[in-house]
């Protein structure tokens, strides 16, 4: 017998059948899918995989035999089984839909199993789209309108990837897993875009040939909703799956819909609550980025480069309805805010990382992000972004009525010292990187080699020591005064320990 004799025979004798391999989500653990993948088992009980005559019917042409006949195996198999909501998906080679009316027959075979067609998922590889001579748009439109889900596979795997994304719709987007089995640094950036883009264009995402932890965790992390590898599950043949079944969560067709909504949020913006709900497709995107500005500095002037949408609004609830309103405020050398910006300009020229530094003006509380980029001679290119604090700070309410506050100190920090733990407050100074809680003891010591003029040093470390702290404060407050880093140079401040309730404490820097 030839090839397709062999092939035919088999088919007949029923030695090809499905094997099933779970697609599982990530939020929450529950089974989504599962994938049809085809095994043929022979005569010998060897098993043949799809490797070795998936290119043989492709290259005789019948490879619509194979899809069909899987697509059959699979509406038996959803009659026999209890789990009704079950979605199934099935590989279709771009071939079938030249040599026959593929949406045809496939309603024809579902409808002879009565099965409805929102559980059936076509799985499409790009080179599909690559056949001029049939109307794919049209095939994929009549599969749509009529319940089907239609997936693309093996996204990342050929040439054509971002045009087929361009002029297609797909319903989920099937990363190959040729961008994870080298778990690189590369590859997660890249997976990490793939996962951004197809966020942006509404299309689901779902990560194939999943091994290890490391990369499910790393896929949830990012927002990827749906995983599929061995770490999970290998295809399996149908009583085995159904075991595989009793054992975990299905998704009802509410829970379907459900999760998939979660599906949509983008993990990866500035303001991934902004991505939900916003019509995904039609949306101005840039409404969504960081609020960002590049400004120049160059003695003593301030020159706004370049600042986008973002940024614009965020100067707008603090009252600039213009920026060069503020370039105007900025230069002016009685405009009350102008020293403080300049101060945290020469921070952050002199300091490496980001600086952040509160403030408040018409009564909203921002913070000021900057970071040097780049500098020639006198000049100085810093990025800048800004927010300003909504209700989202569970401290809003004290910045803002404690406007004094900003007016006294330049920074207020809440220290425990039996749990070695600081919680900034606020600072207006620029010398906090890390905001949150961090450890004091770490903290005390990267103050003192870092802001504290070096003949202050010692000084300071013996004010705050923590072995004697508590018997120095006693019930009040102990203070001193302390030579601090401000710009470029340093100024004398007031620095200030009080006692608070509970083994807390409250840590003051005043300028004089
Ligand atoms: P595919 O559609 O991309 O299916 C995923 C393949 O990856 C399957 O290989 C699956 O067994 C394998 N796989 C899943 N998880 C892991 C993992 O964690 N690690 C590794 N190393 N592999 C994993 P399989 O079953 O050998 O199928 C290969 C390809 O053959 C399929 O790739 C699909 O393109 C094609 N194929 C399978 N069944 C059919 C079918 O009924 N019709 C058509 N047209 N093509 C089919
Ligand atoms: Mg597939
Ligand atoms: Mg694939």
């Known amino acids: 017998m030839d090839f397709v004799e062999r092939f035919n025979d088999a088919l007949d004798k029923g030695n090809i059948q499905p094997y099933f391999q779970p697609l599982t989500r990530t939020i929450p653990e529950s089974i989504c899918g599962v994938e049809a993948l085809a095994r043929w088992i022979d005569d010998d009980n060897k098993m043949i995989f799809p490797s070795d005559f998936i290119p043989k019917l492709e290259e005789n042409r019948i490879i619509y035999k194979l899809d069909l006949a899987i697509l059959e195996e699979v509406c038996k198999f959803y009659n026999k089984c209890q789990y009704k909501d079950i979605k199934f998906s099935i590989n279709i080679s771009g071939i079938d839909f030249e040599e026959i009316d593929m949406f045809d027959s496939i309603t024809k075979i579902i409808e002879k199993y009565n099965v409805p067609s929102n559980i059936i998922h076509l799985e499409i590889t790009e080179t599909t789209m690559l056949y001029d001579t049939i109307d794919i748009r049209n095939i994929f439109k009549r599969f749509r309108d009529a319940g089907f889900e239609i997936w693309i596979d093996d996204f990342g795997s050929g040439y054509s990837s971002l045009n087929v994304l361009r002029d ?8 190959d ?47 990827c909703e749906i995983i599929q590898g061995y770490y999970y599950a290998k295809p399996m043949p ?56 590049f400004v120049e500095y160059e003695k003593g002037t301030i020159k706004y480069l370049y600042y986008n949408d973002t940024y614009a609004r965020e100067l707008k609830i603090i009252g600039y309805n213009s920026i060069d309103k503020l370039v105007d405020d900025v230069n002016n050398e009685s405009f009350e805010y102008r020293q403080r910006y300049i101060s945290q300009i020469k921070n952050t020229i002199n300091r490496d990382g980001i600086q952040r530094v509160d403030n408040m003006i018409n009564n909203v509380v921002f913070s000021h992000f900057t970071e040097l980029i780049s500098s020639v001679n006198d000049k100085y290119l810093i990025a800048s972004s800004f927010y300003t604090l909504s209700s989202k700070r569970s401290d809003y309410l004290v910045l803002k009525y404690s406007q004094s506050l900003y007016m006294t100190y330049d920074t207020v920090t809440e220290i425990t010292p039996d749990k070695d733990s600081a919680v900034q407050i606020y600072s207006t100074a620029g010398f906090a990187k890390v905001y949150g809680t961090v450890s004091l003891r770490k ?14 040093k010692e000084r300071y470390l013996k004010f705050f020591d923590l072995k004697t702290l508590k018997e120095r404060i006693d019930d009040k407050y102990i203070h001193d005064i302390f030579s601090v880093r401000s710009g470029g140079s340093y100024e004398k401040k007031n620095i200030r320990i009080t006692k608070l309730d509970n083994g807390k404490y409250l840590y003051t820097i005043q300028s004089l």
């Open 168 to 175: 297609y719709s797909f319903n989920v987007l099937k990363m």
């Open 177 to 223: 897993m040729g961008l994870i089995d080298e778990f690189n640094i590369n590859s997660k950036k890249i997976i990490t875009s793939v996962i951004n883009m197809s966020k942006k264009l509404g299309i689901r995402t779902l990560a194939e040939g999943v091994e290890t932890e490391e990369q499910v965790s790393f896929l949830k992390n990012i927002g």
């Open 238 to 293: 149908s009583k085995d799956f159904l075991e595989y079944l009793a054992k975990r969560k299905i998704e009802t067709k509410d829970e379907y819909r459900y999760w998939n909504e979660v599906g949509k949020v983008n993990f990866l913006t500035a303001d991934p609550l902004l991505s939900f709900n916003n019509n995904l497709i039609n949306n101005d995107i840039t409404t969504e980025l960081a609020p960002l500005s």
């Open 443 to 456: 903290g005390i010591i990267e103050f003192a080699e870092n802001e504290v003029h070096p003949s202050d």
